[in-house]
């Protein structure tokens, strides 16, 4: 938006410009109107975009509210040591809950262990929830990334179960939000809902953020299967037939280390990312997360279950 | 490269069958917006289906409760982007609950298409739609005449649907009206120019929605600035800083000016504008920002800065019966929007602080409203208990007449008084969107149950 003022000299607002102050502006009606909220950060690029935007919202105060990472421990290691770094670089304060302890409780049960472990995570989420009585979740989702996210609302209603019900949605009219819950009711709020891939590399690019490495072009040891490109780890290795080959990829999305996969690219900095991005024919999802593949509405069943 | 791009939002309105999903399927597959996992997506469903063409309307289906249930879940939001222009397209699935869902996706858009199938003409629908995007002030209309292909590409029946509609149109608040003849079927004048049209020299559906001026969408003139968190940082060396964080709705302001701050009416002095980028001189809307002042006041979320001095424009004796709605005095208020660009006096104006006023009100919920109940109302940052002390009438939307009545049912838009136990801080909806709306909070539910636009 280009902005007039009273001299008709011309203030340009770009799209990120505007994307931002509309990120802000979320995320300060969070801090106000919400008791205890949370924001959910993991080290990957959409986190990194929302700590910057935190900053932007609050400094010089801290954060009103921690940092939470939900850690499958099928996390790349870069990834993690970036989450950690970031923020104690900030000061701010990091909770991290494993998948682990719910294992060692007993309310996961996992049955094949090297199985991605992305549809556990709703039920670390939820206790970590309960544990510290969160009434708001921050997350990085954006709605470009799948179908079952282009309807989701920017503050999202869970009932006491953690659940989405896409029936039940509140309406959200101009920016004014609804952040009224009942005792143990639970939104998920989204503040970058409106941004684009291309306008989170973009964002990167302007304000020169650090994210992981594996972001960027490196060598790394990849099985095809399919038209995917698995990265060989301590948790996948090569089964009879395969074979093991060295190829020049990066990451568009860093998850579950089992579920996902790289892209072909010799892009080593944020500019040549951007330009791979504009070129790119295949969506974020479609090319990186072989969990929702597995049918076209896998996504939107474990957004009912509590995943983010 | 794009980063100097503006971002454009837009609905596209049109009644079931006018071709609305095809549009939206063109409009991404020729700006090649479509990745080959969409794309090969859609081919296997179209040729499963027995398809001769892949049928690009299938890129925007819905939910896996809709696919069953055939439901429809309002608004799905889809980007695009140009050269030139990013785009967010809120995607409004027909059906019964149009209005709602229409009057949603309408709150933050700049532009809406409103679709018409050639063969058909204007219909109730399509009248539907236009008053409802100028309940809502949606600042550019575009008339998209679709299914051109089906009425031999005729000149005279495109102009005679647009002379139809203008006549209709005049008796609503649209003030930029662009009509442009399709097929969105085949393409034509959707992204590329009509060969089989050449009678119509306008832009296409994309040059338009890529050059629209968008500068004036917003009010430049009356700053207003809603307190939305109070900044006290705990460290040592901020300990006299008090800083006062929100978005600038409307307006710009400078350090050095003075300000009032709404309801209490207490002046000061900007003193700093602070920014996680430096300081500035200056601010505009809609940027989000920090302000500090030279006085110390009490001021918390809620409260709202205003320039110092100025008329107040919105002049709404409270409790008084102005018997009009949004369309009706378009012609007496104008935009101020459209003011600002120096015809009419510089003066900025003041908003009324009011616990009594009128709005026109689009109910959402299922559950009708009870006039012996109490709600919420949440209007920039500040939410206060609300009555609602009258109903004046109800607006068919088909056919714009008012009705005396004495509830309010979902997808109904009426006009009403209200009574709030707080003062607010108002204008008029006309001249400033962000100021001049709210939703309304069932106290029991907590849901969102009514959009308001104060009138
Ligand atoms: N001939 C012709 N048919 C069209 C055109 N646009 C859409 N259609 C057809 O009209 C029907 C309804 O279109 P669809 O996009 O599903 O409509 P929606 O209900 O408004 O989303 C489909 O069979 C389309 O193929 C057009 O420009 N010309």
Sequence with gaps: ?308 | MSNATQLLRFITAGSVDDGKSTLIGRLLHDSKSIFEDQFSAISRTSEKRGMAAVDLSLLTDGLQAEREQGITIDVAYRYFATPKRKFIIGDTPGHEQYTRNMVTAASTANLAVILIDARKGVLTQTRRHSYLASLIGVPHIVLAVNKMDMVEYSKQRFEEIVGEYKRFAAQLNLHDVHCIPLSALDGDNVVEKSDAMDWYIGPTLLELLETVEIEHDVNTRDFRFPVQWVCRPQAQEYHDFRGFAGRIEAGDVSVGDEVTILPSGRSSKIKEIVTYDGHLQRAYAPQSVTLTLEDEIDISRGDMFVKAGGTTRCAQPAGSAIACDLASVAGSLGRMVNSSTGNVSEAHSLPAVAKEFEAMLCWLSETPLDKNRKYFVKHTTRTAKCLFSRIDYRVDVNTLERHPVAALNMNDIARVALKTQQPLVIDHYLDDHSTGSFIVIDEATNNTVAAGMIA
């Design chain 1, 1 to 308: 938006m280009k902005l007039v003022d009273h001299n008709m000299t011309k203030h340009i607002f770009t799209h990120l410009d505007a994307l931002e102050s509309e990120s802000i502006h979320i995320m300060r009606e969070v801090a106000a109107e919400c008791k205890n909220p949370a924001l959910l950060f993991s080290g990957g690029k959409d986190s990194i975009v929302m700590l910057r935007i935190a900053e932007k919202a609050f400094r010089p105060a801290k954060f009103p509210f921690p940092l939470v990472h939900i850690d499958t421990e099928h996390n790349f290691p870069e990834v993690i040591a970036t989450r950690d770094k970031l923020a104690a670089d900030l000061g701010e304060r990091l909770i991290v809950r494993s998948l682990e302890d719910s294992i060692a409780r007993g309310t996961i049960v996992i049955k094949d262990l090297d199985k991605p472990r992305n549809p556990y995570q709703s039920v670390t989420l939820l206790e970590t929830i309960t544990e510290f009585g969160f009434d708001a979740c921050m997350g990085g989702a954006r709605r470009d990334e799948e179908k079952a996210r282009a309807k989701e609302r920017i503050f999202s209603f869970r009932d006491e179960f953690g659940q989405w019900d896409p029936k039940n949605q509140r309406p959200e009219l101009w920016d004014i939000y609804n952040t009224r819950v009942h005792a143990g009711e639970n939104i998920r709020v989204f503040p970058i809902s409106n941004w684009t891939e291309m306008d989170i590399w973009e964002y990167i690019a302007r304000e020169k953020l650090h994210i992981p490495c594996i972001y960027y072009a490196h060598k790394r040891e990849v099985i095809r299967r399919g038209n995917a490109l698995i990265p060989v780890s301590c948790l996948v290795q090569p089964k009879a037939g395969e074979i093991v080959e060295t190829v020049s990829v990066r990451f568009r999305t860093v998850g579950d280390m089992t579920c996902t996969a790289p892209v072909e690219s010799t892009a080593h900095t944020v500019e040549e990312i951007i330009a791979e991005t504009a070129t790119t024919r295949i969506t974020e999802r479609g090319a990186t997360r072989m969990d929702d593949q597995t049918s076209d509405a896998s996504m939107e069943l474990r957004k009912k279950e509590g995943y983010f």
